[in-house]
């Protein structure tokens, strides 16, 4: 697919040349901008020269929402994260990032200096998509998420990103997505060889300063 046809994203380019990307996805409902705000607080050093894309989610319509159409990934069915996923959706989009993510490698970025990140939704496909790629990247940070299609990853696992530290960070008064399901998340990568670096913190469905202290570290040294 041709740049043109990419997902339309809030782009932050780097004050000095450009050496790593980070593609960062946001939540149900939300957009683009959601994070935008938290990239000066990282305070990344300019010389890592990072780019940020925050790609727009499809509007499709929601069934938790009453159907109405609103920024999501991938469809929610049913209060219960693990009924009915929505497959074909979450696929659908973790192919929309991997084009994103090859018009960066065609631009000439190394595949060790792109991280993946995402909160929430975004987490989840972020997630699905890290632990099928077919080569190495710089990092991965799932926020507030969770995974989908837990009795999948076995056999569509690849082995590219098993040495590559996975950030994952959440709330322990969360009342969206229970931090159990995080829990278990966790553990199932844990299980099939990914490294897993586990924060929580007391908050609930939200990123906090401590966190956003620790994803700045997290993206210093995975990209320096």
């Known amino acids: 697919m041709s740049e043109t ?25 939300a957009d683009g901008h959601d994070f935008e705000p938290i990239v000066p607080e990282l305070k990344l050093a300019e010389d890592l020269g990072v780019k940020f894309i925050f790609p727009h989610a499809p509007i499709i319509p929601v069934t938790i929402n009453n159907g109405h159409p609103m920024r999501a990934w991938y469809d929610i069915r049913n209060a219960d994260l693990s009924q009915r996923e929505d497959q074909k959706g979450v696929r659908q989009s973790a192919d929309f990032i991997m084009e994103i993510l090859q018009a960066e490698l065609d631009k000439g970025i190394a595949p060790e200096k792109i991280i993946l990140a995402g909160f929430s939704q975004g987490g989840a496909v972020t997630l699905h998509l890290a632990t099928r790629l077919p080569f190495k990247i710089g990092g991965v940070l799932a926020l507030s998420t969770y995974m989908t299609m837990a009795e999948n990853l076995a056999s569509e696992k690849t082995n590219a990103n098993l040495e590559t530290p996975f950030f994952m960070a959440h709330g322990s008064q969360d009342p969206v997505v229970p931090m159990q399901r995080a829990q278990f998340s966790a553990k199932t990568l844990t299980e099939n060889g990914y490294q897993i670096l586990w924060q929580d913190y007391p908050m609930p469905h939200a990123v906090c300063p401590p966190e956003i202290t620790a994803i700045g570290h997290y993206i210093t040294k995975q990209l320096s």
């Open 5 to 29: 046809n990419l997902l339309t994203s809030v782009i932050i380019e780097p004050k000095s040349t450009h050496k790593a990307t980070v593609i960062w996805l946001h939540g149900l409902g």
